[in-house]
């Protein structure tokens, strides 16, 4: 099968001035090998075509894919993630991964917990705050944790995200508001064990494939995975399959999250516990790092036995369910 492979190379944006925490969601060359790789070794042929203005002037071109195969990040705000999925829904090329309601829907972190909460699913207390003024008037018990509201990769996380007072938490707001020009994620601080969990598969097909447990190691920003810490993840974290009752009743809760949300394909359910030991909620990664040895899932997927190309080839035979796309006039 013919796979175009839509991404957006860390390199190139490096060269046109972005810096290295602007470009920190994008990928390097080792992912795009590795995806291309895994293709080529289940007997697909996969062709490289890279971020949005390359498809756009090889759609324009005529150029035409059996499927993209897209981890693309794009560029701006709610929208980015959306804009290669929607563009291929267009010309009727059928892709891998969520479709561009689920991933705008879900770049908010706000928007995404009032789906969850909407649910009925765990997920900690939480505020928007648009302008820092606001923090004033937040009614949530401290400590609390302040993010953007549509960064990844940890970006506008670190020490400082558990703020334990008005004050505090005011300042934080304002320094994120205006360093990354969009609204703050307040939640309440869970003091418990991080997990992340990996599922592969769309809606009732939809499987829980492990559930991690991410620890900090001294030296590393505290009480927060953050873009250093994940970074740094080789001697700041350490990472291990987590079995037994609090797996499954995490990996419970993150499926019911991921079918809520409805995402497809693959990625990953960030989860926290409170002090009681329940799990809920954080944030889900529809579109998640797929570095072979770098990124959460595959690491995952290391400490549960499924080798990198059955990743890869689950997740085209996941996209492959939809069918092929409708016709479209060329």
């Known amino acids: 099968m013919l796979i175009g492979l839509t991404y957006d190379l860390r390199s190139e944006y490096l060269e046109l001035g972005y810096s290295e ?177 990996g599922i592969v598969g769309t809606g009732a097909k939809a499987r829980v494939i492990g559930v991690m447990e991410v620890t900090l190691k001294a030296g590393a920003d505290a009480d927060a995975y953050s873009w250093r810490n994940k970074e740094e993840c080789e001697s700041l974290v350490s990472y291990r399959r987590v079995k037994g009752s609090i797996a499954g009743e995490a990996g419970e809760l993150a499926l019911s999250c991921w079918r809520g949300l409805e995402c497809r394909d693959a990625g990953r359910v960030d989860l926290r516990c409170d002090a009681a030991g329940k799990p809920s909620f954080l944030e889900v990664n529809p579109l998640a790092g797929l570095h072979p040895e770098h990124s959460d899932l595959p690491i995952l997927c290391g400490l549960v036995g499924l080798p990198y190309v059955k990743l890869i080839e689950r997740i085209v035979a996941s996209a492959l369910e939809r069918g092929p796309a409708a016709p479209r006039p060329s």
């Open 21 to 197: 925490e602007q470009v920190a969601e994008f990928d390097g060359p080792r992912t795009i090998e590795g995806i291309e790789q895994a293709l080529a070794s289940l007997g697909h042929d996969p062709v490289r075509i890279g971020s949005l203005p390359n498809l756009v002037a090889a759609l324009s071109r005529g150029e035409r894919w059996e499927m993209v195969f897209n981890i693309a990040e794009g560029l701006g705000r709610y929208g980015r993630e959306a804009l290669v999925p929607a563009l291929l829904e267009y010309y009727g090329v059928p892709y891998t991964f969520s479709d561009p309601m689920t991933l705008g829907l879900t770049l908010h972190k706000g928007m995404a917990k009032r789906v969850v909460r909407d649910l009925g699913l765990a997920t900690p207390e939480f505020a928007v705050v648009a302008e820092a003024g606001q923090a004033g008037s937040i009614g949530l018990g401290w400590p609390l944790f302040v993010k953007p509201v549509a960064e990844g990769t940890g970006r506008g996380v670190d020490a400082a995200s558990k703020v334990t007072g008005r004050e505090d938490l005011t300042a934080a707001c304002a320094e994120l508001i205006a360093r990354y020009d969009q609204p703050v994620l307040v939640e309440s601080f869970l003091p418990g064990r991080e997990f992340t969990v």
